[in-house]
């Protein structure tokens, strides 16, 4: 059971990286190109727009309060991109991930103190190098065993989310002090910019300063959507759940 140990071992580090101090936030080219994506209309200076300091506080008061969110990007480190999907509850109930380096999507799922990964063939002939656990758990659910599920602990949407609210953007000082108006898939919305590098924050302009999107032409982009409202996760159906030999 060590193997599930060693592999799960950069997980936690992932949601780590994703933040990558706000900087770490981008969408792609089919070409793998790294490009920035834009509000959906061109952001302008409003008399009525918050301070920057009173929308960074509020952004960090309604991040610090939710109790869910749905978080979804991709991002750039060190020459390779990495696809995020994952949408939970903060206390790390329940959670679903999907996450791909290039090489296929893995998922994973969060119900309670269980944790269940699913991947494809080509994942666990890399992992185990055994034909008989590849066929018998390719594109199901491989329940984590408790040894290496305990490890786990802070793998869970709230770990992610404190470290994007606490990135390099760490203090209101750290931002221009001008808000533009904009809106992000048409939500009305506020953007903030960062003194140094090209950090982007938006902002929802509903009172509630919820963060919509994380952005840096650099490195990525990370849009966040369902707060106070992604469903729990279940665990999956026995049907989905793989019989492998012993892991």
Known sequence: MSFMRQRFTPYPALLAAVALSLGACTSTTAAGVVTARSAST???????????????QLMRKSGASATSVHIKGAYSDMGQLTHLDVAG????????????????????LKVNDAFYLK???????????????????????VKVPAGSAAGMGDFRVGTLLGQVLTGDVSAAG?????????????????????????VKLYISADGQGRLLRAESAKTGNLD??????????SAPPADQLAKTPSL
């Open 42 to 56: 061109a952001p302008s200076a409003v008399a009525t727009a918050p301070t920057a300091a009173a929308a960074y």
């Open 224 to 233: 966040f959507t369902q707060w106070d409202s992604v469903a729990p996760t």
């Open 89 to 108: 509850d903060r206390a790390g109930m329940t959670m679903r991930m999907r996450v791909n380096f290039g090489s296929g999507v893995i998922e994973v």
């Open 119 to 141: 991947a494809d063939a080509a994942y666990w002939t890399r992992l185990e190098g055994s034909a008989a656990i590849s066929k018998a758990a390719a594109g199901k659910y």
């Open 174 to 198: 750290e931002l221009n002090p001008q808000v533009q108006k904009t809106d992000v898939d048409g939500v009305p919305g506020y953007l903030m910019t960062a003194k140094v590098g090209d």
